[in-house]
C-alpha cells in the first residue's frame, strides 16, 4: 500500500465527500461530537451537522457502564456496538465517515470501534466540521431517521493492549501516553484517582497530531513526530490517554504512515485507580 493509500484509508477530505454524497448512496455519516466539558453533544448536533448525520452518543453508544476496575470508557459489549450500528442503518460493506467539531479526536474513538468489529470501510472527515463549512458544505438542523441495518460486527479487528501488556511493553516497545503534558508529568489531574503516567511511556499529545485548522498533520510531520520518540514501522506500539478516547485519534494519525498500534482501553482511569500499579512522574526520554 502506497503512502497515499494508506492516509486515504483512514481520512477523507471535504472536498472527496461533497463527490461522494452525491455518488455513494449507501454512505453512512456519523457525528460523534463529545467532549469531557460538554459530553451532551446532541445539542450542538441538532443546531447543526452534516446533511443526513446521524448522532452518535460516545458515552452511550461507543462505551459500557464505568466502573473502577475497568476505567472512565470501557470498549461496548459486541451486541451492543451492533445493536447501534445497526440503529445507525448500517448494513455490511457500507461505507461510513465519522466527523466531529475537535478534529477527529472524539470521531476516532468511533472510527476504531467499527473497525474493531470488522468494518473496512470507515474514514474521518480530516479536520471535521470546519472543514466542512470552510469548504462550502450546509449544514441541517434536527435530527435523522433512518431504517435499521443489518450489519453483523465480529470483535478483534484492531489491536488491544491490557494493563499487563502496556506494563512491560516499553522494555520492547513503544507506550505511548496521549494526554496533555501536564497530565502526564504529573503537575495536574483533574479527573482520574492519581497524577503521573505508567511507567515507561513517552508523552505524544494527541492535538500535536493537528494543524492549527484541526486538519492532520502531514506524513512527512507525523512520521518524524513518532520517529523522534522511537516508533518506527516494525516497532510494537500501545496507546493510551484518560479513559481510552484521544487515544485512538494517536492510532489512526500512526494508521496513516503505515504504523499499526494496539489501544489500551482502560487507559490513565483504570491504571491509576489500581493501587497495585506503579505511576511515574515528571518526563520520560525515548529509549530507542
Not at 462505551?63 to 451486541?79: A, F, K, M, V, Y
Not at 503534558?181 to 505524544?204: F, K, L, M, Q, S
Not at 506500539?237 to 499499526?260: D, F, K, M, P, R
Request: glycine letters at 10%.
Amino acid at each position: 500500500m502506497t503512502q497515499e493509500s494508506m492516509r486515504k484509508a483512514v481520512l477523507v477530505d471535504a472536498e472527496e465527500l461533497r463527490t461522494l454524497l452525491v455518488e455513494e448512496p449507501r454512505l453512512v455519516l456519523l457525528d460523534v461530537r463529545w467532549s469531557l466539558a460538554d459530553p451532551d453533544g446532541h445539542r450542538a448536533y441538532c443546531l447543526g451537522h452534516l446533511p443526513g448525520a446521524l448522532f452518535v452518543d460516545l458515552d452511550h453508544d461507543l462505551s459500557s457502564t464505568p466502573t473502577t476496575e475497568q476505567g472512565r470508557h470501557p470498549l461496548p459489549d459486541l451486541e451492543d456496538l451492533q445493536a447501534a450500528a445497526r440503529r445507525w442503518g448500517i448494513d455490511d460493506g457500507d461505507p461510513v465517515i465519522v466527523y466531529d467539531d475537535s478534529g477527529g479526536t472524539s470521531a476516532a474513538r468511533a472510527w476504531w470501534l467499527l473497525r474493531w468489529g470488522g468494518l473496512s470501510d470507515v474514514r474521518i472527515l480530516d479536520g471535521g466540521l470546519q472543514a466542512w463549512i470552510a469548504d462550502g458544505g450546509l449544514l441541517e438542523d434536527g435530527d435523522v431517521q433512518v431504517s435499521p441495518g443489518s450489519v453483523v460486527l465480529t470483535p478483534g479487528h484492531m489491536p488491544v493492549a491490557e494493563a499487563d501488556d502496556v506494563a512491560t511493553l516499553p522494555a520492547h516497545g513503544v507506550l505511548i501516553d496521549a494526554r496533555a503534558g501536564e497530565r502526564y508529568v504529573g503537575d495536574v489531574e483533574p479527573i482520574d484517582t492519581r497524577a503521573g503516567h505508567v511507567p515507561g511511556a513517552v508523552n505524544i499529545p494527541t492535538t500535536d497530531n493537528l494543524r492549527e485548522d484541526q486538519t492532520f498533520k502531514s506524513d512527512e510531520e507525523l512520521a518524524d513526530q513518532f520517529a523522534a520518540a522511537g516508533v518506527e514501522k516494525e516497532t510494537e506500539v500501545a496507546v493510551y490517554c484518560g479513559s481510552g478516547v484521544t487515544a485512538t485519534h494517536e492510532i489512526a494519525a500512526l494508521e496513516t504512515i503505515g504504523v499499526h498500534a494496539a489501544l489500551y482501553p482502560g487507559s490513565w482511569s483504570q491504571w491509576s485507580a489500581d493501587d497495585a500499579r506503579p505511576v511515574a512522574t515528571g518526563i520520560e526520554r525515548p529509549t530507542a
